[in-house]
Every structure is written in structure tokens, then in C-alpha cells.
């Protein structure tokens, strides 16, 4: 089951402890026994590209194709986006493993900018290169 919108947001935000203005979003989160597990918010969206934060609860009971499905379908058939982009801190080598298997591509990397003092790797998802939808 899929919960959209603001519970989703305020899932995500409280997760990772985020104190950032992420201005218009959407949030999608997978719920599984009645609690959520995991939530993708998109935002900041310009016309072609929109930002995508994932996060969940640490579990691989959150993950499954129906909801890769879900978000990549949102961005890219309802929100009308040309591309998905995300950031990865360098240190977060799981979720650049994650990242890469759905078929994100590395784009660049911010020397310095990540909350810890290490790197940042920014992905990227063309509708034309995503095989989720």
C-alpha cells in the first residue's frame, strides 16, 4: 500500500532529521503492516528536472518493484519531468550501490559538501534510460 502526499513528507523529513525548505513537493511512501517503511519525495521541480529523496527504515522489507514503479511513474508520467536527479554522500556506498542498480548514472561530484566534510555525488535519470516505466 502507497500513502501520497504530506504523511509521507513529514515521514522522510523526520527520518533524516531535515530542517531544509524543500519548497512544493510529493511524497510517496510505502506502508507495510500499517506503518510506513520508506518515502520518496520529489521537489523541486522545475519544468524538466525534479529532485528525488529516498529514505526508509533501514529494512529491506521497504523496497519492491510495484513501488519503484510507483515513484519513477510519478515523476515521470504524472509530474512530466525529462530527468530525476539525487544526491549521494560518497560515504553512503549502499545507497550508491541502490542508486546505480536502478539505473541512475553519476553526473558529478561536490567536493566538500556533504554534512560529514566528505563528497557529494550527484545522479541522474532520463525518462529515455528508466526501465521502471
Known amino acids: ?77 504524472t509530474a512530466g519531468c525529462k530527468r530525476v536527479s539525487g544526491m549521494v554522500d560518497a560515504s553512503n556506498l549502499a545507497a550508491q550501490r541502490f542508486d546505480e542498480k536502478l539505473g541512475f548514472e553519476r553526473e558529478a561530484v561536490l567536493t566538500g559538501a556533504a554534512r560529514d566534510g566528505g563528497d557529494v555525488i550527484i545522479y541522474r535519470m532520463t525518462r529515455e534510460n528508466c526501465r521502471w516505466v
Open 1 to 77: 500500500m502507497f500513502v501520497i502526499g504530506r504523511p509521507a513528507v513529514d515521514w522522510l523529513r523526520q527520518k533524516e532529521n531535515l530542517h531544509i525548505d524543500l519548497g512544493e513537493c510529493e511524497g510517496i511512501a510505502r506502508v507495510v503492516d500499517g506503518q510506513i517503511v520508506a518515502s520518496v519525495v520529489f521537489h523541486w521541480f522545475n519544468g524538466v528536472n525534479i529532485w528525488m529523496h529516498v529514505s526508509s527504515d533501514g529494512t529491506r522489507r521497504w523496497c519492491n518493484r510495484a513501488y519503484i514503479r510507483e515513484t519513477f511513474n510519478y515523476a515521470f508520467n
